[in-house]
């Protein structure tokens, strides 16, 4: 029932902005797609539920890591490779506190062509019940359709979207 209940609330996210959405959560030093719908436009980034991103060039691990303290970061960011995926990735660990910092203070994450060339994605945390959330909603799109300007106006459906799945969640937690 919980899969279903979240995956029917990225499909209606899905219909709403018209762009492919995903479920991410933090495993290790990567970020995993718990889930994903597509976009039904012929041009996308195909990324399956299962699929691992660096943490350091994603939106929704940015969003993640803003989380944690930074001393925090640092133990888990000491054995993950800076990798650099794009010209854009950010692969010096100060770069990388500054940008997490700045996330935390505007509660939203983009990934500006940092993992993979062309391609743009926004993601806001899923509030958790309590303490640290471990769930983040995105919506990803090639750069020719999905800029940043449009991609800041899609924070309001994200938000709503989040906020839903934050309800699912509560609902599943053992009372």
Excluded: W
Aim: proline content about 7%.
């Amino acid at each position: 029932i919980h899969h279903g209940a979240r995956h029917a609330v990225l499909r209606e996210l899905v219909n709403e902005v018209g762009e492919s959405c995903n479920l991410t959560a933090l495993s290790g030093n990567e970020v995993v797609y718990l889930d994903r719908v597509e976009t039904a436009a012929p041009l996308r980034f195909y990324l399956q539920p299962g699929s691992r991103v660096p943490v350091h060039c994603s939106a929704s691990g940015k969003l993640l890591l803003a989380q944690f303290t930074p001393a925090q970061r640092r133990r888990l960011l000491e054995h993950a490779s800076l990798e650099a995926y794009t010209p854009k990735t950010i692969t010096e660990l100060a770069a990388l506190e500054e940008e997490i910092v700045r996330t935390r203070r505007q509660g939203f994450a983009i990934d500006n062509e940092e993992f993979l060339p062309g391609l743009l994605c926004v993601a806001v945390l899923v509030p958790a019940p309590q303490g640290r959330s471990n769930l983040c909603i995105a919506v990803q799109a090639p750069i020719m359709r999905l800029t940043l300007e449009k991609a800041l106006g899609l924070l309001p459906p994200l938000q709503r979207a989040a906020a839903a799945l934050s309800r699912i969640e509560a609902q599943a937690l053992p009372s």
